[in-house]
């Protein structure tokens, strides 16, 4: 019987965050990097990757930033080489990004914004998972940990919503709502190969929503209705990306961990 705390002990893995700089990124790259995890910051802005690769590496962890652009096949295919190349292997991957600037609501959505987002945040994410799917073939392990939302379990409750927010974009949710089928797809079929593929389905966090006065009474509503009581924070997704990435969780593959304060059981 191994120690609990082994269990989790991530040093020796090999780890990439897409959106690795972004909100719930920054907090995954660094709950992985202090578990003994190097971590490869990875998305468009290389610059922003290694700001953050280098304030992890002064706090004593390892960590390198890296471009990857999930709309580019190229750069896919080059972010999983280089990633091979220089460490070896590739433990971890946990599909985060998300690009928001072709959201729309179904009211006045078009086929190039719709194919746009579902380029980078579904088609991406499995063309990433393709390329570093073979690396973990090779090596007969691994885990991927997809990063849903509790938009993929439910659809926004649109009378929370105010006038001044706006309508709420239909390819999040239903972009969304697919990581978690792509999610079964890929345990299923990668299990034989000892790859263990789950989903985590985060609440909201965002601070600049928190501050902004249009907002306000939205993120009152939520607080109020969530069970919990409060929004989520930069914390709350270490635990569960740590554990899904871990020995602790050897024996779960194709699950989906509920990370939302307890919206979702209303």
């Known amino acids: 019987m191994r120690d609990a705390k082994a269990l989790f002990d991530l040093s020796g893995r090999v780890a990439i965050v897409t959106g690795g700089r972004g909100l719930y990124g920054s907090a995954i790259s660094a709950g992985l990097c202090e578990m003994g995890a190097t971590v490869v910051v990875a ?10 690769a280098a304030s992890l590496r002064a706090a004593g962890h390892s960590a390198v930033g890296m471009a ?12 999983a080489k280089g990633v091979t190349d220089r460490f070896g292997q590739i433990d971890i991957l946990v599909n985060n990004a998300v690009d928001r600037s072709n959201m729309a609501p179904l ?3 078009t086929r190039r914004q719709l194919q746009a987002s579902a380029s980078t945040n579904l088609n991406g994410q499995i063309l990433l998972s393709q390329a570093v799917l073979e690396s973990m073939v090779a090596r007969q392990r691994g885990s991927i ?19 001044s927010m706006g309508d709420q974009p239909v390819n999040y949710t239903t972009e969304k709502w697919a990581m978690v089928g792509l999610t079964k797809y890929m345990a299923g079929r990668y299990g034989r190969h000892h790859i263990r593929v789950n989903c985590i389905a985060p609440g909201g966090y965002n601070p600049a929503l928190a501050e902004n006065p249009d907002a306000r009474a939205f993120v009152n509503t939520y607080r109020e209705n969530c069970p919990l009581g409060r929004w989520a924070n930069e914390d709350d997704i270490k635990g569960p990306v740590v554990f899904l990435a871990s020995d602790a969780a050897s024996y779960i593959t194709g699950a989906t961990l509920v990370m939302d304060g307890g919206w979702t059981i209303w």
């Open 68 to 79: 990857l652009d999930l709309d580019d096949d190229a750069s896919i295919r080059a972010l």
């Open 107 to 109: 009211s006045t959505a």
């Open 145 to 163: 940990i997809n990063i849903s939302s509790m938009r993929g379990l439910d659809c926004p409750h649109f009378p929370f919503y105010p006038q």
């Open 43 to 52: 998305s468009r802005n290389l610059a922003r990757c290694e700001e953050l």
